[in-house]
């Protein structure tokens, strides 16, 4: 009698293997229901829209419709939670209260989206945690004092003329449809290389810049999907995928980009030293700031570390406030009554422009009001998560134990009508001093709050400041209506198809 194949020496260890494989991968499944049944228990106070068994919320956001998502706020009061597959969850919380209770704590960022922005970022502000964070936002505030700040707004002036120059010659003396996201893009490039790298580059007349700009749109495009992709959370999967294959692609670019500037600035600095001809520079730029503590502090500020924080500010510089003033310039635009009066305040500051200084933006206070309402109805990061070290009880007494990420949707916050009334409606008498008092101070959050707030909000204030003040002064901007602004929510908001508006040269100026 034949001997049956398990009984032959190459088979039982085949048969053995595949018995404890297929253990493991029941030991797996069963930890991953038990995993879904506790969180399916934790989170049942909080009420959730339907939900596909298997795909969860992920058609739900990923699409990008923010009406979809103001619609579930109204419906779903103070939070909600947003199935990523069937074993991940990321809960969602837009009233102040609750902010509140979840920003004064010293939770990690989500191990999600941070985890994802490393390979662009590096282990910046943005990504790291615990002490290694504290010291290098102690090392690089500095860089953000008024002193500093106020040697920026005639760099930054500068570079909106140049934009505004090349607009008068696209325009010349006609009513003329421009996509004015690109150039304001390119012209928030200037801003930063001149401001962070000390670099005149001629970015906004030269087309040299243009891989950099796509690459940083693309690579914010790939992370966002991959975060409502539940498949791709996996490293090995993303990895091999042609989404992985083009961010790293879409890195190398980014990276090498800064790494030359990086690298340019240094042997300047040692020239310098060595034959003792320091140049003064004008002002002191971010690269300083951050060549100075790492000399203070090389044991602990590494090449790497610099690197990864010129790349933060950068790119998450260069996104946010490209979008900030082009959500303005919107939003004046749909409201020409708001947009004189503005001019008008501007006028009564600046005369004819030829110069702006530090205290006259202090001096615009309509314009102000218009920007936070412009903040507040669009947001440039439409939100913020972290992962709970531990368990946390929310003011209504309902509680969220550890493990969970919590998203806080500055949108939906911004956008909560139990907040705001009307507050699809552009209105800049919510920010008057009266209204603003009266009102919970977590429930405009545009740049976060507690200890992990946004340490560039200075800057991005004076930056808009500069921008709509000099823009207002020679152009009269009004809507296309063939071609409404469309949001599309990436790590940071993102026009769908550009901004088109209809751009008349001023003859006053």
């Not at 304001?184 to 200037?190: N, S, V």
């Not at 991005?460 to 400041?465: Q, R, Y």
Request: hydrophobic share 40%.
């Amino acid at each position: 009698m034949e001997p049956s194949w398990l009984e032959m020496r190459w088979a039982r260890p085949l048969y053995l293997a595949f018995v404890f494989c297929l253990a493991l991968g029941l030991l797996q499944a069963i930890k991953l229901y038990l995993r879904r049944q506790r969180l399916l228990r934790d989170l049942c106070p909080f009420p959730a829209p339907p939900t596909h068994w298997f795909y969860g919320h992920q058609k739900l956001l990923q699409d990008g419709e923010m009406e979809k998502l103001e619609e579930l706020v109204g419906k779903y009061p103070c939070a909600f939670p947003c199935w990523v597959g069937p074993f991940q969850v990321f809960f969602y919380i837009y009233d102040p209260d609750y902010a509140k209770a979840f920003l004064s704590r010293t939770d990690p960022k989500s191990k999600y989206l941070y985890k994802f922005l490393i390979p662009c970022l590096g282990k910046g502000l943005v990504s790291l945690e615990g002490p290694k964070w504290f010291q290098h936002r102690h090392l690089l505030t500095p860089g953000f004092n008024f002193n500093i700040l106020k040697s920026y707004v005639e760099v930054m002036a500068h570079s909106v003329n140049t934009m505004l120059d090349k607009w008068e010659k696209i325009c010349g003396p006609q009513d003329t449809i421009v996509e004015v996201f690109e150039h304001i893009t390119l012209m928030t490039l200037d801003i930063l290389m001149k401001c962070v790298l000390s670099q005149e580059t001629n970015c906004q007349t030269s087309s040299t810049h243009d891989l950099y700009v796509k690459a940083t749109f693309e690579a914010s495009k790939i992370i966002f999907h991959r975060l409502y992709n539940f498949l791709h959370h996996l490293d090995i999967i993303f990895k091999f995928s042609p989404q992985g294959h083009r961010l790293q692609e879409m890195v190398k670019i980014l990276h090498q980009y800064t790494e030359k500037i990086i690298q340019d600035r240094k042997k300047l600095l040692k020239n310098e030293k060595k034959y003792g001809n320091t140049q003064k520079r004008k002002y002191q730029d971010f690269l300083d700031i951050i060549l100075s503590a790492q000399a203070e502090n090389d044991n602990n500020f590494s090449d790497t570390d610099l690197q990864s924080e010129v790349n933060t500010f950068m790119l998450a510089g260069q996104d946010t406030m490209a979008g900030g003033i082009s959500w303005l310039l919107y939003h004046l635009a749909l409201n020409p009554e708001h947009q004189e009066r503005c001019r008008e305040e501007i006028r009564g500051i600046l005369g004819d422009g030829s110069s702006i200084t530090w205290d006259q933006l202090g001096e615009m206070s309509y314009t102000t009001m218009c920007i936070k309402e412009s903040l507040r109805l669009a947001p440039p990061v439409p939100s913020i998560s972290r992962e709970l070290s531990k368990p946390i009880t929310f003011p209504d007494g309902r509680s969220l134990p550890a493990g969970i990420t919590v998203v806080l949707s500055i949108w939906g916050l911004h956008h909560n009508p139990a907040i705001w009334e009307n507050p699809k409606v552009f209105d800049p008498s919510r920010f008057s001093q009266e209204n603003s008092d009266q009102r919970q101070p977590h429930s405009f959050l545009p740049f976060s709050a507690g200890p992990r707030n946004c340490i560039g909000q200075q800057f991005a204030m004076i930056e808009l400041k500069v921008a709509i003040a000099l823009i207002l002064l020679r152009f009269k901007v009004s809507p296309d209506p063939t071609r409404p602004l469309v949001f599309l929510p990436q790590i940071v908001l993102k026009p769908k198809n550009g901004v088109y508006l209809h751009l008349k040269k001023l003859p006053c100026y």
